[in-house]
């Protein structure tokens, strides 16, 4: 303990280590009074509540800080600089390789390896503490006097021993402890994970392949398949079998699962995170061991700037020369970018490939999963029901395999039918599950609902007004869709809006998201990106990420894969920008340097832009062939050939017609009367033809089309309405005439029944 005589007989007496404290008239009362509470302590919880350094030492450190008030608004430091001593208490752990350091009175404590970083290390953590202090309170610290060390002995039970050797067994697994978890985890603690076994039916093979790598060769292992088949379930299976009674003792080894982040999450300080590395080598080879990672091409990622200097990179010394044995599992592209990155790091390991499994041996899977859940959860799932969620699991999500695309889609039908208390589900239930998690209408997923053509245009022609070109195409796009006929390795269409401002372009692209996309998804199915804000080189990373950073379209597509995705005014994007797209557009999918894929095959591409708006001729009310080819002319000589041969429909919107505007103010002012203001005091809005005419005027610019046309209905209707509401004493249960003659006159007509 350290004692601080603060007044003639008045002692303070602190436990290092721990926050108990005592003030008493002298040493010998203060350290009394500590043993008999120690002791109690000791009883209660052992001797791992206790910290224990083999030869304590003390040393005073002065620290130079300059007090600051801590306000909300910030920082504001005093004028000069004070000298405050700290003292540290510091030695050798009583278990382990490290030593410890104690500044008791600040509350902090630190591991360090080598006695020559200490002095610096206790200033660094010194400051910090310091640093978050009021003045007052670092005053209060000056009028401390200089401690003395003193020693408290306790007695301890020889039949406390066993405690003692759990204690160092702790210690000697510290990091084994702290970054892994055993594995297999015991099997009540798997099916709370999840209700579905962790299992690698028709697979047998390659669990018996693996199993021989890591216990006769004593290998390091890669399996590598793509998202879906099956690599952690195998590699599961095969660890259970090692682990097992026929083998465990024979082999004896132990398994230890990681994610990489964990070497680096509590690194305080330059090269932590290597000896961290260093001890936990330490305890695997006490400890017979092998190391799971799970996210193994994040160790590419993790410690320093780039793969050189990464984890990964610290460890191939120790798997070249056995000391480490690793398992782990990647995709392809994952695989192909770590041999680019860090060649030498991937020439330890043994690779054991996962091909796409045939679709007999799928089905028997899906049967045995079928069977499993009627089993172990008494929930019955028909066979048509079963065969209805393989086939559109196979057109839809091509880009992921079986049978673990299968496993997790039916997994969240079984979780939902358990929360609502089903025992069987039919075709009808996974349709509505698929609807909800694609949004897709049930038109697209019913090959026995046929595409009515006629009402198909009337809702385009009722939502899109005066660009009957723009209806034609999406139109066809539906219809490819509906057939099945899409491309499955691109984005379903790939289109580029072009013409003046203000046209309903982004309006078109929004009732086509609502139309492909709208049916189940809570978020919107429209992905809007201003690529104004993407004009320079720098910016590219914003767009689709950098090293550990994930752009703005990287994150939104993995959040919503089925979604359009409207690329506003692309030409005012970086050159590098169309580079990166040329691979969405021409595969559907976007690989960054870890190998790591965004897909965007479920995706419709829109691109907007006013390229040639400026050269065309006068304002017409259609677009002549003429204004078409100066558009086409000004996009083709914009965009290199390579960009522009992957867009599939070019689409030209005419400027609008005054009975276009009209069109589109009525259709506007109908969406108004379903404002919650509205609704809630049962209005009915009515206008004159006056009020529409003088919104035509005023709402419509020939430069910027019908843009300012919302502004202009908050301006004449939605503030006067506002205002007579806000003066009536009863405007509830009536309808509102609203007309224009110089002025907006609003009347009330009579009281709805």
């Given at each position: 303990m350290l004692c601080y005589e603060l007044q003639p007989q008045l002692v303070l007496g602190v436990v290092v280590g721990s926050n108990y404290q005592i003030i008493e008239k002298d040493k010998r009362s203060a350290r009394a009074a500590l043993t008999y509470y120690l002791q109690n302590q000791y009883r209660k919880d052992g001797l791992q509540a206790f910290g224990l350094l083999r030869v304590p030492k003390m040393k005073m450190v002065q620290i130079s800080i300059k007090p600051s008030y801590i306000e909300a608004q910030g920082y504001f430091p005093l004028s000069f600089t004070v000298q405050v001593p700290v003292a540290a208490v510091y030695g050798e752990a009583l278990f382990g390789n490290n030593y410890t350091c104690y500044l008791p009175i600040l509350e902090k404590y630190f591991h360090y390896y080598d006695n020559k970083q200490l002095d610096t290390l206790i200033r660094h953590f010194a400051t910090g503490a310091l640093n978050n202090m009021q003045p007052e309170a670092i005053f209060q610290l000056l009028r401390y006097p200089k401690p003395i060390l003193e020693i408290i002995e306790m007695k301890v039970k020889d039949t406390d021993r066993y405690d003692w050797y759990s204690f160092h067994q702790e210690q000697v697994r510290k990091n084994l402890n702290t970054l892994t978890e055993p594995f297999p985890l015991p099997r009540s603690v798997r099916k709370r994970l999840s209700a579905l076994p962790d299992v690698a039916w028709e697979q047998e093979e390659k669990v018996q392949e693996i199993m021989?790598?890591?216990?006769?060769?004593?290998?390091?292992?890669?399996?590598?398949?793509?998202?879906?088949?099956?690599?952690?379930?195998?590699?599961?299976?095969?660890?259970?079998?090692?682990?097992?009674?026929?083998?465990?003792?024979?082999?004896?080894?132990?398994?230890?699962?990681?994610?990489?982040?964990?070497?680096?999450?509590?690194?305080?300080?330059?090269?932590?995170?290597?000896?961290?590395?260093?001890e936990l080598i330490e305890e695997l080879t006490a400890a017979n061991g092998v190391l799971w990672i799970e996210d193994?091409?994040?160790?590419?990622?993790?410690?320093?700037?780039?793969?050189?200097?990464?984890?990964?990179?610290?460890?191939i010394t120790f798997l070249q020369q056995g000391k480490l044995q690793i398992i782990g599992e990647v995709t392809p592209q994952e695989l192909e970018s770590m041999r680019r990155l860090l060649p030498s790091f991937v020439?330890?390991?043994?690779?054991?490939?996962?091909?796409?499994?045939?679709?007999?041996?799928?089905?028997?899977?899906?049967?045995?999963?079928?069977?499993?859940?009627?089993?172990?959860?008494?929930?019955?799932?028909?066979?048509?029901?079963?065969?209805?969620?393989?086939?559109?699991?196979?057109?839809?999500?091509?880009?992921?395999?079986?049978?673990?695309?299968?496993?997790?889609?039916?997994?969240?039908?079984?979780?939902?039918?358990?929360?609502?208390?089903?025992?069987?589900?039919?075709?009808?239930?996974?349709?509505?599950?698929?609807?909800?998690?694609?949004?897709?209408?049930?038109?697209?997923?019913?090959?026995?609902?046929?595409?009515?053509?006629?009402?198909?245009?009337?809702?385009?022609?009722?939502?899109?007004?005066?660009?009957?070109?723009?209806?034609?195409?999406l139109m066809r796009i539906v219809k490819i869709y509906k057939a099945g006929l899409n491309n499955p390795n691109k984005p379903i269409a790939t289109m580029l809006f072009a013409g003046p401002t203000g046209v309903g372009k982004t309006a078109c692209a929004k009732v086509l998201a609502d139309y492909f996309f709208g049916k189940g998804q809570k978020q919107s199915p429209l992905i809007r990106i201003d690529m104004s804000e993407f004009q320079y080189p720098g910016q590219i990373s914003r767009l689709i990420?950098?090293?550990?950073?994930?752009?703005?379209?990287?994150?939104?597509?993995?959040?919503?894969?089925?979604?359009?995705?409207?690329?506003?005014?692309?030409?005012?994007?970086?050159?590098?920008?169309?580079?990166?797209?040329?691979?969405?557009?021409?595969?559907?999918?976007?690989?960054?340097?870890?190998?790591?894929?965004?897909?965007?095959?479920?995706?419709?591409?829109?691109?907007?832009?006013?390229?040639?708006?400026?050269?065309?001729?006068?304002?017409?009310?259609?677009?002549?062939?003429?204004?078409?080819?100066?558009?086409?002319s000004a996009i083709e000589n914009y965009f290199r050939p390579e960009f522009f041969n992957r867009i599939d429909h070019l689409v030209f919107f005419a400027p609008l017609t005054a009975e276009a505007i009209q069109r589109i103010i009525r259709k506007e002012l109908n969406d108004l009367r379903q404002r919650e203001?509205?609704?809630?005091?049962?209005?009915?809005?009515?206008?004159?033809?006056?009020?529409?005419?003088?919104?035509?005027?005023?709402?419509?610019?020939?430069?910027?089309?019908?843009?300012?046309?919302?502004?202009?209905?908050?301006?004449?209707?939605?503030?006067?309405?506002?205002?007579?509401?806000?003066?009536?004493?009863?405007?509830?249960?009536?309808?509102?005439?609203i007309d224009y003659d110089n002025t907006v006159k609003i009347t009330k007509l009579n009281e709805n029944d």
């Open positions: 021989e790598k890591i216990m006769g060769a004593r290998a390091n292992v890669l399996v590598v398949g793509n998202s879906g088949s099956g690599k952690s379930a195998i590699l599961g299976q095969a660890i259970r079998k090692i682990t097992g009674p026929m083998l465990s003792r024979r082999i004896g080894l132990t398994f230890w699962r990681m994610l990489s982040q964990r070497i680096t999450a509590n690194a305080k300080y330059l090269g932590e995170w290597e000896q961290t590395v260093e193994i091409i994040q160790l590419l990622q993790t410690g320093g700037w780039g793969a050189e200097d990464s984890v990964a990179a610290f460890m020439a330890c390991f043994q690779i054991v490939p996962l091909e796409e499994l045939p679709e007999p041996k799928i089905q028997r899977i899906l049967d045995k999963l079928s069977a499993y859940i009627e089993k172990n959860m008494a929930i019955v799932l028909e066979k048509e029901a079963l065969m209805l969620a393989y086939r559109l699991l196979a057109r839809y999500y091509p880009y992921k395999s079986f049978p673990g695309k299968a496993i997790t889609f039916l997994g969240t039908c079984i979780s939902e039918a358990k929360m609502h208390g089903q025992s069987q589900m039919d075709r009808a239930t996974v349709l509505q599950h698929f609807v909800t998690q694609t949004g897709l209408p049930e038109l697209f997923l019913r090959d026995d609902l046929l595409l009515d053509q006629t009402e198909l245009q009337a809702h385009f022609e009722q939502h899109i007004i005066g660009q009957p070109e723009a209806i034609r195409h990420g950098q090293g550990r950073e994930v752009g703005q379209l990287v994150k939104d597509l993995r959040e919503r894969p089925f979604a359009v995705l409207l690329l506003d005014e692309i030409e005012k994007a970086d050159p590098s920008v169309f580079d990166a797209l040329l691979t969405v557009l021409d595969e559907g999918a976007l690989v960054d340097a870890y190998g790591r894929i965004t897909n965007f095959r479920n995706t419709i591409i829109i691109m907007t832009s006013n390229l040639g708006a400026s050269n065309r001729p006068a304002l017409g009310f259609n677009p002549t062939d003429n204004e078409k080819a100066i558009y086409q203001g509205f609704v809630k005091r049962h209005l009915h809005l009515n206008f004159s033809e006056a009020l529409i005419e003088h919104i035509v005027h005023a709402g419509f610019d020939q430069r910027y089309g019908a843009r300012p046309l919302q502004r202009a209905i908050e301006q004449l209707i939605i503030h006067p309405v506002a205002q007579w509401l806000l003066s009536q004493a009863n405007p509830d249960n009536c309808s509102i005439y």
